[in-house]
């Protein structure tokens, strides 16, 4: 089968921030790709103009890349059966993953690239200093400990019980599994929950780290509006019912919407009563507007929630600690699957956030105003700069949820992407194969950043023509 092109170009992560002329940029990335084996040998490349829709590039940069490359022996073109990376075809090692989100990560940061794609604060705050300088004057006390606790260290799994109590959530100890970060959480519940081809069900569209980690799993994804509106029908007759459902009840990404209290209970009752394990991710629950509301954690409606929780984007990104709280025996389940991997987290990560958890809130709360200063700040660029595209407002979280007027937003992210803006294209974060015409961008950056990013993107989207590509833009002073 030919490779996707928009698979490929998702692979190809951020191939034309560098300088020089666009084939000789795609060439490169294309040939790393195949000296590292994620494009093996026999593999059908996608037809010159198919990929060059993909990238939003003239066909002739595709050509003269693809001759590149056939000249250093990596790839065989012949008429009649297309393109193929030089080879035989053989099996292969697993694909690893494609999604841009995961792919922004691995790449060198580029100064003259401004990435909206990824959010997360940009810095640790000085609190989080403070919770490690008391940290490590309890670690210097630490005797009779080896360090390994894979369920988590029993000071987090008490500070972490505590945060949902508060809630109005009780919970023990014993219902919490430290992990490092909400990205493993979700792995964990992947592999304990889900067999190959089992059901799924998720919104559409979604975090784009949570369709990664049930595709792992060789998930078959159903999808449903967010809130999974229409879950009760969707699991009857009981042999449809899913092995998972995946929310984000609270700021849900990409969308920003908030699950009514109403509904949250509605919710929590079908799926108890279905017996469908429900996974709330509840990253991003803590960070609401000034003024804003937010009902209870879906788990105080249902005893067999699953809830899973991050500081990740309330605190900082490079703090990885994270856990899901759940059913003791859920719990004691993915110890044993956790210890397999890892042994444990990260001790003084783990005193440390021990140490912010019971000022979490408050922390939030002192950065809410700030926020949303900045996602006024980017709506109104957007309004002033690109009054035709639509940034509804939300009412917490971190990014908008922007629809393109024509044209789509995977083609669009290569366009901005050459001027100098890494945006995250809707289609990865649709397990229905919709969203195309949307794109995610977070408000994180501060205002002149934000002004510069619009600027970029207005320009983007002017040489974009519209949505009808017109062909390789013309030469720029600044290459990205």
């Given at each position: 089968m030919?490779?996707?092109?928009?698979?490929?170009?998702?692979?190809?992560g951020?191939?034309s921030?560098?300088?020089?002329?666009?084939?000789?940029?795609?060439?490169?990335?294309l040939?790393r790709?195949?000296?590292?084996?994620?494009l093996?040998p026999g593999?059908?490349?996608?037809p010159?103009?198919a990929?060059?829709?993909?990238l939003?590039?003239g066909?002739?940069?595709?050509?003269?890349?693809?001759?590149?490359?056939?000249v250093e022996g990596?790839?065989?073109?012949?008429q009649?059966s297309?393109t193929r990376?030089?080879g035989?075809?053989?099996p292969g090692?697993?694909e690893?993953?494609?999604a841009?989100?995961?792919?922004?990560?691995l790449?060198?940061?580029a100064?003259d690239?401004i990435?909206?794609?990824?959010?997360?604060?940009?810095e640790p705050?000085?609190?989080l200093l403070?919770a490690?300088e008391?940290?490590l004057s309890?670690?210097a006390?630490?005797?009779g400990d080896?360090?390994?606790?894979p369920?988590?260290?029993g000071?987090?799994?008490?500070?972490?019980a505590d945060?949902?109590?508060?809630r109005?959530v009780?919970?023990?100890?014993?219902?919490v599994l430290v992990?490092n970060?909400g990205?493993?959480?979700?792995?964990?519940?992947?592999?304990?929950f889900?067999?190959?081809?089992?059901?799924v069900l998720?919104e559409?569209p979604?975090?784009?780290g949570?369709?990664?980690?049930f595709?792992?799993?060789?998930?078959?994804?159903r999808?449903l509006p967010?809130?999974?509106?229409g879950?009760?029908?969707?699991?009857?007759?009981p042999s449809?019912?899913?092995?998972l459902a995946?929310v984000?009840?609270t700021?849900h990404n990409p969308?920003g919407?908030?699950?009514?209290?109403?509904a949250?209970?509605?919710?929590a009752?079908?799926?108890?009563?279905?017996?469908?394990?429900?996974?709330?991710?509840?990253?991003l629950a803590h960070?609401?507007f000034?003024?804003q509301?937010t009902p209870?954690?879906?788990?105080?409606f249902g005893?067999?929630?699953?809830?899973?929780?991050?500081?990740?984007?309330?605190?900082?990104?490079?703090l990885?600690?994270?856990?899901?709280?759940?059913a003791?025996p859920?719990i004691a389940r993915l110890?044993r699957?956790r210890?397999?991997?890892d042994?444990g987290?990260n001790?003084p990560?783990?005193?440390?956030?021990?140490?912010?958890?019971?000022?979490?809130e408050?922390?939030?709360?002192?950065?809410a105003?700030?926020r949303q200063a900045?996602h006024?700040?980017?709506?109104?660029?957007?309004?002033?700069?690109l009054?035709?595209?639509q940034?509804?407002p939300?009412?917490?979280g971190q990014t908008l949820?922007?629809?393109l007027?024509?044209?789509?937003g995977?083609?669009?992210?290569?366009?901005a992407?050459r001027?100098?803006?890494?945006?995250?294209?809707?289609?990865?974060?649709d397990?229905?194969?919709?969203?195309?015409?949307f794109i995610?961008?977070?408000f994180?950056?501060?205002?002149a950043?934000?002004?510069e990013?619009?600027?970029r993107l207005?320009t983007?989207?002017?040489?974009y023509?519209g949505?009808?590509?017109r062909g390789d833009?013309?030469p720029?002073?600044?290459?990205?």
């Open positions: 030919t490779t996707d092109p928009a698979e490929l170009a998702d692979r190809l951020r191939w921030s560098g300088r020089g002329p666009l084939y000789l940029l795609l060439a490169a990335r040939r790709l195949v000296d590292d084996g994620e093996r593999a059908a490349l996608p010159d103009r990929l060059a829709s993909a939003a590039v066909r002739g940069t595709v050509v003269a890349a693809y001759e590149q490359l056939r990596r790839i065989v073109r012949r009649g297309g990376v030089a035989p075809v053989r090692p697993r690893t993953t494609g841009p989100v995961f792919l922004h990560l790449e060198q940061q100064d690239v990435l909206l794609a990824c959010a997360a604060p940009a705050p000085p609190v403070t490690y008391r940290a309890q670690l006390a630490v005797t080896i360090g390994y606790h369920s988590g260290h000071r987090l799994r008490r500070a972490v945060h949902y109590t508060r109005g009780p919970t023990d100890p014993e219902q992990t970060g990205q493993q959480a979700l792995s964990l519940l992947a592999r304990a889900v067999e190959p081809g089992g059901r998720v559409t979604t975090y784009p949570a369709l990664e980690a595709g792992e799993q060789a998930a078959s994804l999808t967010p809130g999974l509106d879950f009760e029908a969707a699991i009857r007759p449809r019912r899913p092995e995946y984000v009840s700021h969308t919407s908030v699950l009514p209290p109403l949250r209970r509605r919710f009752a079908a799926a108890a009563a279905a017996e469908v394990p429900l996974v709330d991710d509840e990253v960070l609401a000034p003024g509301e209870p954690p879906l788990a105080a005893d067999t929630v699953i809830t899973v929780g991050s500081l990740s984007k309330s605190v900082w990104g490079g990885r600690v994270g856990w899901i709280r759940a003791k859920v110890a699957l210890a397999v991997h042994l987290g001790f990560a783990q005193l440390a956030a021990a140490e912010l958890l019971p000022r979490l408050t922390l939030c709360q002192d950065m105003a700030d900045r006024d700040h980017l709506r109104a660029q957007l309004a002033r700069h009054p035709q595209w940034a509804p939300v009412p917490g949820w922007v629809r007027p024509h044209g789509d995977d083609s669009f992210a290569q366009t992407l001027h100098g803006v890494a945006v995250l294209p809707g289609s990865g974060l397990a229905s194969g919709g969203s195309k015409e995610r961008i977070h994180l950056a501060d205002p950043t934000l002004t990013a619009v600027r207005a983007a989207w002017e040489a023509g949505g009808h590509y833009p013309a720029r002073s600044m290459a990205v």
